[in-house]
Every structure is written in C-alpha cells, then in structure tokens.
Nanobody, 124 residues
C-alpha cells in the first residue's frame, strides 16, 4: 500500500489549496481515507476522513465549513479542498488508509497505511 500526498504549498490567509492523496499498487475502493496534520511541537490530529464508498465523512471542528473531503475511486485519489485557510492550519498534512472499521475512531492509530506528508504554510 503506497500513498502519495501532494498539493501543499505557501498561501496567504483566506486562500485555498487542494491536497491530493493518490494510491499506487492497490485500489482505494475498499479503504477509508483520513487526512491528518501535524504542526511543529504538536501531536498529529485528525482533519477529515471519508468512508470507502464516500457516503460518510467526518471533519474536525476546527475545519468544518472550510474543508471538504472527496474521493474519485476511478482516479484512485482522495482530495481535501481547503478554503478560507488560517495561519493555524499550517502543518504537515498526511493521508492514511484503513480497510477495517477501525477508521471510524478517526485517530492516527486507527489507520494502518500512511503516505509521506505535504507541507501547508499559511501566512498571515
């Protein structure tokens, strides 16, 4: 299971970015996908996750109404659209996959496969 997160960068507060999580070597159809982030000196935290079918989504309170998670199983990719970005959104963002029902706990330890991170920096 290999995941590749991309789309990070430097953006001003109020701006937008779209992160992508692409899978290689396997199909995402049977995996829930989570986005997590880790800021310097802080623990990794859940941002958003989506079920394998796309029918269920969860968001951290801090990003509700600003971020949208979606998936395109035909492209084997999950997206995180981030709007109205704030400086406190600055972090390394990771995507992770989980095939069991543990994903509903929306915790880093609930996801078994991780990609490398992509850095998002929001300037004030």
């Amino acid at each position: 299971v290999q995941l590749q997160a991309s789309g990070g960068g430097l953006v001003q507060a109020g701006g937008s970015l779209r992160l992508s999580c692409a899978a290689s070597g396997f199909t995402l159809d049977y995996y829930a996908i989570g986005w997590f982030r880790q800021a310097p000196g802080k623990e990794r935290e859940g941002v958003s996750c989506i079920s394998s079918s796309g029918g269920s989504t969860y968001y951290a309170d801090s990003v509700k109404g600003r971020f949208t998670i979606s998936r395109d199983n035909a492209k084997n990719t999950v997206y995180l659209q981030m709007n109205s970005l704030k400086p406190e959104d600055t972090a390394v963002y990771y995507c992770a996959a989980e095939s069991s029902s543990l994903w509903v706990w929306f915790l880093p330890r609930s996801f078994g496969s991780w990609g490398q991170g992509t850095l998002v920096t929001v300037s004030s």
